[in-house]
């Protein structure tokens, strides 16, 4: 003899099913990322100018392009570590970490922090670069929630007058 189950409890099963195939589908759901790239000139000042030397301090900022930000500025300062290595050119290169904005057309900002490293191309003096990786921690406006990072790579020529700059941040951004 077969036993049935009654139609109000398969409904009820059913019921019971939907919903907790629901519950659990927007927390299984990845977030929205979305691939991020400023490009941009600028002006560099700061101690590092001069040639890298531990303590030392680089300042950039300028105007860009960027997925997200339109016609946009930017701004990082680095400051070097304490403890120098040379290249195979005999310039000095030091780690580095610091802070840095990029201000979207609308005025709309996009903090992050960055950690790298910042070498001469050849003799002390010489332009020298930055490369390090960065993390978004913090924005305003369509930005107050972002977070992402990728990559941040610069290069100073401070033997030009005006000094010249130019970057690429380059990575991920959610907001």
């Not at 400023?38 to 300028?62: F, M, N």
């Not at 003096?125 to 972002?146: L, V």
């Not at 990072?149 to 010249?164: D, I, M, Q």
Request: with cysteine; proline share 5%.
């Amino acid at each position: 003899m077969k036993r049935q189950v009654p139609l109000v409890s398969l409904l009820v099963l059913l019921i019971l099913a939907a919903g907790l195939a629901l519950a659990v589908a927007p927390a299984a759901t990845a977030p929205l990322v979305l691939d991020w790239r400023v490009i941009g000139t600028g002006r560099t000042d700061g101690t590092c100018a001069g040639g890298l030397s531990p303590g030392c301090t680089s300042t950039a900022e300028g105007d860009a392009i960027g997925t997200h930000t339109g016609n946009s500025t930017w701004s990082v300062k680095v400051m070097a570590g304490t403890s120098p290595s040379r290249n195979s050119s005999l310039g000095s290169c030091l780690p580095a970490d610091g802070q840095g904005v990029v201000a979207a057309a609308n005025g709309d900002l996009v903090s992050f922090s960055t950690v790298g490293w910042v070498c001469e191309e050849n003799r002390p003096g010489s332009p020298y670069h930055y490369n390090g990786t960065y993390r978004i921690n913090s924005g305003t406006g369509q930005f107050a929630d972002a977070a992402g990072g990728g990559n941040l790579a610069s290069t100073h020529n401070n033997n030009s007058r005006p000094s010249e700059s130019f970057i690429k941040i380059d990575g991920t951004i959610n907001f």
